[in-house]
């Protein structure tokens, strides 16, 4: 699937919540998704600088398929680190790189997430982008 669709289908999901509070609950669910890392990858070298709450990311596989994996200590950041997993893990780096997160804006978090919650967002795609990127290096 390609990363448009993926998008997509994450502001059709959310096109069916009237209010921000089933959003958030839904965003909550959302991370109590997560695939769980070990307590071995919550270190120094896996934690995202710039966010308030504690956010590790592991970013694994080559330029042509990459996996991202992270967890979060805060319950709507879990759910933000859950869209951003769906919507680039599996991908190729090239594609992660290129491809800005619209949903964000589409679905109204640009809006309704407090300043913390989105420069948190925020590092988190710049870490991931910069991971792809050397991914891409790597290749070359």
Not at 16 to 38: N, R, T, V
Not at 42 to 55: A, D, I, M, Y
Not at 68 to 92: K, Q
């Amino acid at each position: 699937m390609q990363l448009i669709e993926r998008q997509q289908e994450i502001i059709d999901e959310f096109q069916f919540f009237d209010s921000w509070m089933d959003k958030y609950q839904y965003l909550i669910d959302l991370g109590k998704d997560l695939e769980p890392l070990d307590e071995s990858e919550k270190n120094q070298t896996n934690l995202v600088r710039g966010c308030q709450s504690q956010v590790w990311m592991v970013v694994d596989g080559e330029a042509s398929h990459v996996s991202v994996r992270a967890n979060s200590d805060a319950a709507i950041v879990s759910g933000l680190i859950a869209l951003v997993v769906r919507l680039y893990s599996d991908a190729s780096a090239e594609d992660i790189i290129k491809t800005e997160p619209e949903f964000v804006e589409a679905i109204g978090l640009s809006q309704h997430l407090s300043p913390t919650r989105a420069n948190g967002l925020a590092s988190m795609l710049q870490r991931l982008k910069a991971e792809a990127a050397q991914l891409v290096a790597k290749s070359t």
